[in-house]
């Protein structure tokens, strides 16, 4: 894997538009994967949450902070190491190609 992110960039030549799309494409892509599971749990937490304040009647605005907040940072304290992990496998890829494409 000499190239990480330049399939068809010729060196020396400035950077191609193609390039650029790819860079932030990889970049989208990662920071999906690495949002998605918090985006998730939180939803998951705030629906059952709904659900169960329509069902009760209890319309107490802490009653739906407190447990996102808790499931936030379960999920934060869970999958912490593997999203560092793959922060800092991108970054270090994405720095280390630098020279390549100029």
């Not at 068809?8 to 990662?30: M, R, T, V, Y």
Request: proline residues 6%.
């Amino acid at each position: 894997m000499d190239r990480p992110f330049g399939r068809g960039h010729q060196e020396g030549s400035p950077l191609k538009a193609d390039l650029a799309i790819e860079l932030f494409s990889q970049l989208i892509w990662n920071a999906a994967l690495l949002a998605a599971p918090l985006l998730l749990i939180t939803l998951l937490v705030g629906v059952l949450v709904s659900v169960l304040q329509v069902v009760t009647q209890i319309q107490e605005m802490s009653l739906t902070f407190i447990p996102k907040l808790i499931a936030a940072a379960v999920v934060l304290l869970a999958l912490g190491p593997w999203m560092l992990k793959r922060l800092m496998a991108y970054a270090t890829s994405l720095i280390s190609s630098i020279p390549q494409h100029f």
